[in-house]
T-cell receptor
Framework: GQNIDQPTEMTATEGAIVQINCTYQ??????LFWYQQHAGEAPTFLSY??LDGLEEKGRFSSFLSRSKGYSYLLLKELQMKDSASYLC??????????WGAGTKLIIKP | SQTIHQWPATLVQPVGSPLSLECTVE??????LYWYRQAAGRGLQLLFY??????ISSEVPQNLSASRPQDRQFILSSKKLLLSDSGFYLC???????????FGSGTRLTVV
């Protein structure tokens, strides 16, 4: 079967750095997405990785290792507004998105 | 620019009543369209997707159905709602999957 694992919940302090991990086992791989979802709202796109390595976009970076079936989302200089769920999703060989259950990130002052 | 509209934002319906949720996309043509459901604290469950007018693929057999009467219109329906149909329903579109999905604002459905 296809499976994506992420921690259920993480807590971090305002101004700090947090890394949210995602491991996947899917039938084929055509890219990995990270989405941010604030409570009661729709997910919004953060990043897309298809090649190994680190993609940096402002305070957010996303890393991919295809050989390890592993990705992480790195958030720097955390702000209270970063409190949200972060969803990892993999595009499989049929170009279907397989979603993780999401990681709820709690930011404390 | 492309925009996606989804309505209504919230809905409270009695068990056994019908359902119709509508989603429209503007600023693009022939989008791939998707209906997802998200239960509280859970991940996204794909319900239906469509790659063209009248073309609907169902991922989860249930009492829900979808239709695409126009290129940029996607409708989710039910003839008789169940309590288990409660959830957060999201419509999404993409030009191709590599671009990622853009989601509508969602409909919070509570079946009572």
């Amino acid at each position: 079967g296809q499976n994506i694992d992420q921690p259920t919940e993480m807590t971090a302090t305002e101004g700090a750095i947090v890394q949210i991990n995602c491991t996947y086992q899917t039938s084929g791989f055509n890219g990995l997405f990270w989405y941010q979802q604030h409570a009661g709202e729709a997910p919004t796109f953060l990043s897309y990785n298809v090649l190994d390595g680190l993609e940096e976009k402002g305070r957010f970076s996303s890393f991919l290792s295809r050989s390890k079936g592993y990705s992480y989302l790195l958030l720097k200089e955390l702000q209270m507004k970063d409190s949200a769920s972060y969803l990892c999703a993999v595009l499989d060989s049929n170009y279907q998105l397989i979603w993780g259950a999401g990681t709820k990130l709690i930011i404390k002052p | 620019s492309q925009t996606i509209h989804q309505w209504p934002a919230t809905l409270v319906q009695p068990v056994g009543s019908p359902l119709s949720l509508e989603c429209t996309v503007e600023g693009t043509s022939n989008p791939n369209l998707y209906w997802y459901r998200q239960a509280a604290g859970r991940g996204l469950q794909l319900l239906f997707y469509s790659v063209g007018i009248g073309q609907i693929s169902s991922e989860v057999p249930q009492n829900l159905s979808a239709s695409r009467p126009q290129d940029r219109q996607f409708i989710l329906s039910s003839k008789k709602l169940l309590l288990s149909d409660s959830g957060f329903y999201l419509c999404a579109w993409t030009r191709t999957e590599h671009y990622g999905y853009t989601f509508g604002s969602g409909t919070r459905l509570t079946v009572v």
